[in-house]
């Protein structure tokens, strides 16, 4: 997973979750915030979550499991790829 520390579209994700992680946490103290708001937050969180879960499983099919193949059919590996995110 060497090819993950270069990629600063996955660090990007990573620190905009850090941010709403912080952004719940200031939620949770504050009395005046409603417990819609915060479930708001963090169904934004599990949707941040499952993004980065997806792109990770893209670039790893990419860069492990099809790494050796000559020829890749992208309109599979894009079905594949559709199918781990409606499920995932």
């Known amino acids: 997973m060497s090819h993950l520390?270069?990629?600063k579209k996955l660090l990007n994700r990573i620190k905009r979750l850090?941010?709403?992680?912080?952004a719940i946490e200031d939620s949770l103290k504050n009395e005046e915030n409603s417990c819609i708001d915060v479930l708001q937050q963090v169904a934004a969180i599990k949707g941040a979550v499952n993004g980065l879960m997806n792109e990770l499983i893209e670039q790893h099919l990419r860069h492990h499991v099809l790494?050796?193949?000559d020829v890749v059919d992208e309109d599979e590996l894009q079905e594949l790829l559709?199918?781990?995110k409606r499920y995932t």
């Open 5 to 7: 520390h270069q990629d």
């Open 18 to 22: 850090q941010g709403q992680m912080n």
């Open 67 to 69: 790494k050796n193949t």
């Open 82 to 84: 559709k199918l781990f």
